[in-house]
Structure formats: structure tokens, C-alpha cells
């Protein structure tokens, strides 16, 4: 077994539910493939135990001390992310999804950045989103596109940051919180099996307004029918977990924002909205591919 014995930087969690062997494989083994290594691997499996994809036995020819893997208590992702998380005690907490990779240099990046910044605690960047389709005649294509950079981010005020992701979601995948800021306003809610990241990722805005994107890719997204988010099969549904609506519609949300603080320029308030509706208007990113994969854009509601 591979033995660590440094001071570790990061909590890598991975929810998983029946996640296809090669990409759950793929995914661990771009976490062990850091040039950083200073990290922990937390897996909560809600996979029966006795299915053939449960995790222990995909991964039970890894020999390294740094992954941990616990069966999941409760269901649905915010509850595997939550199990995750509380295992471990590292100062930041690194997402990943199953079936999602990260590129070599992606922690030590990371690493960097919170050294020379030590007060930030939501660090985001791009992700290459790659999807296989297939041709009416069968044949396959692959595509890929990139999301999940917000456009003239540092333009955006402190106190508006939780707007702009609140109507634009950031990928999953490229975010790293601190323990800190997750724990003090309770972690990922378990009672929404969709939207449970920009939930968590408005309240931790709300309240610590040092974030910073990273105008980079720093890892895949991976495309397929067997998402939980895509229509697959979810281990939430069935419990009463339920997707979740945002607390107003966009034109009010805005308007109250805007009488909150009479002292900023008109030019700004202009600008906000035109970006932010703009970026909530197009079918990009993660929502492209999924009008793609259902056979139109016309099908994705925005």
C-alpha cells in the first residue's frame, strides 16, 4: 500500500450510485494523477453492495491509503457529498463526480492560488464538456464544447456574485470549497436531488464574498444517458427528494436586488442584466448537451 505522511491540503469527495466501472476508474485515477498529492479520497457509495458496479469492487485493485470508501446513509447526492465530507478534516473540499476527471495540474493550480490567497473560499473554473453522439445512420461522433466560466466575472460586485451563479450554474466539478464556508451554512441541502450545488454555492456567496474563477480548464465533463442529471436512474427520487425551484423569477429577483443599493450606477445595473440574462438565455454549456442529446433546444427549459 502507498504510504502518504505529509500534512493534506484536500478532501476529495465522490458521490456515487451505480456509476459505470470505467468511469468511476477514470475519475480516481485522475485524482491519484495530480502532480499535487497532498490530498484524501472520500467515495459514499449508494450502490447496493451486492451490485456488480458498487465501488469496493471496481476499485478493489487499488492499493493506496488515501482512498476511503463507506457505504452511503440516506439518499441522494447531497447526502453522499455530506457523508463524504464529514469524513474527513482537511481545510478544503474538492468535488468531483463519478464520471467527471480532472486534468494533472488542476490541485496544484488550486494549491497556489489559496496560498497566496488565503481567505477564499469558492474556487471554480471551465470544464471540457465531452459527449458522444450518434448519427442517424448509427454513426458515433464525438463532440466537446467547454462551460462554466461566467463572462467579466471581476466586473461583477462582491455582493452580487451569488446572483450571477444563482442564474448560471458553475460545473460541478471544478469547485473546491473551504471546510470553513461549508460547514458554517450546513452543507449540501438533502432535500433537493437537483440544484443542490448552486443551493450550496448561493449560501456560501451570500456570506464570504472572496471566490475566484479560474479562466481555465481544469478538467472534463463527461455526457451520457446514465446522469442522475440527465434522466438516469437516481437514488433520490423515490424518498421524496424533490427538485427545486428558485425563490422568484428572474425580472424580480433583479428588481429587488437593484433597490437594495441606490448608490450604484445606473451603467452597472445595465450591465448586470444584460449579462447575467444573457448567459441564462443560451443553451450552453451542460444545457447545450442535454438539448443535443434529447434532439433540440427547444425542449430545455431556461
Request: hydrophobic share 35%; net charge negative.
Amino acid at each position: 500500500m502507498k504510504t502518504y505522511w505529509r500534512i493534506k491540503m484536500f478532501d476529495v469527495i465522490i458521490p456515487v450510485f451505480k456509476t459505470e466501472p470505467e468511469y468511476l476508474r477514470e475519475a480516481v485515477d485522475s485524482v491519484l494523477r495530480q502532480s499535487f498529492s497532498d490530498f484524501k479520497i472520500y467515495i459514499s457509495d449508494g450502490t447496493p453492495e451486492d451490485h456488480e458496479w458498487h465501488s469496493k469492487k471496481t476499485l478493489a485493485d487499488y492499493d493506496d491509503e488515501r482512498i476511503t470508501i463507506v457505504q452511503q446513509v440516506g439518499k441522494g447526492i447531497s447526502d453522499a457529498r455530506n457523508q463524504a465530507g464529514k469524513l474527513g478534516s482537511n481545510p478544503y473540499l474538492a468535488t468531483l463526480d463519478s464520471d467527471d476527471t480532472w486534468f494533472e495540474l488542476k490541485l496544484e493550480y488550486y494549491n497556489q492560488l489559496l496560498k497566496e490567497n488565503p481567505d477564499l473560499h469558492l474556487i471554480w473554473g471551465e470544464a471540457q464538456i465531452n459527449q458522444t453522439m450518434k448519427s442517424p445512420f448509427g454513426r458515433a461522433q464525438k463532440i466537446s464544447s467547454f462551460g462554466g466560466i461566467l463572462n467579466d466575472w471581476d466586473k461583477t460586485l462582491p455582493q452580487h456574485r451569488w446572483f450571477r451563479v444563482c442564474w448560471n450554474a458553475l460545473m460541478t466539478s471544478t469547485q473546491v470549497y473551504s471546510r470553513e464556508a461549508v460547514e458554517s451554512v450546513g452543507w449540501w441541502n438533502p432535500t433537493i436531488t437537483m440544484g443542490e450545488d448552486t443551493d450550496l454555492n448561493v449560501k456560501i456567496l451570500k456570506k464570504y464574498y472572496d471566490a475566484h474563477q479560474v479562466e481555465a480548464s481544469v478538467g472534463t465533463y463527461r455526457v451520457h444517458l446514465n446522469q442522475t442529471t440527465k434522466g438516469g436512474e437516481s437514488h433520490g427520487e423515490e424518498s421524496g427528494i424533490e427538485h427545486p425551484e428558485r425563490p422568484d423569477t428572474f425580472e424580480n429577483m433583479f428588481k429587488e436586488l437593484k433597490e437594495s443599493d441606490s448608490s450604484i450606477s445606473d451603467d452597472y445595473w445595465v450591465w448586470l442584466y444584460q449579462t447575467v440574462n444573457a448567459e441564462r438565455g443560451v443553451g450552453r454549456g451542460e444545457r447545450l448537451q442535454f438539448s443535443m442529446m434529447q434532439g433540440g433546444r427547444n425542449i430545455v427549459t431556461l
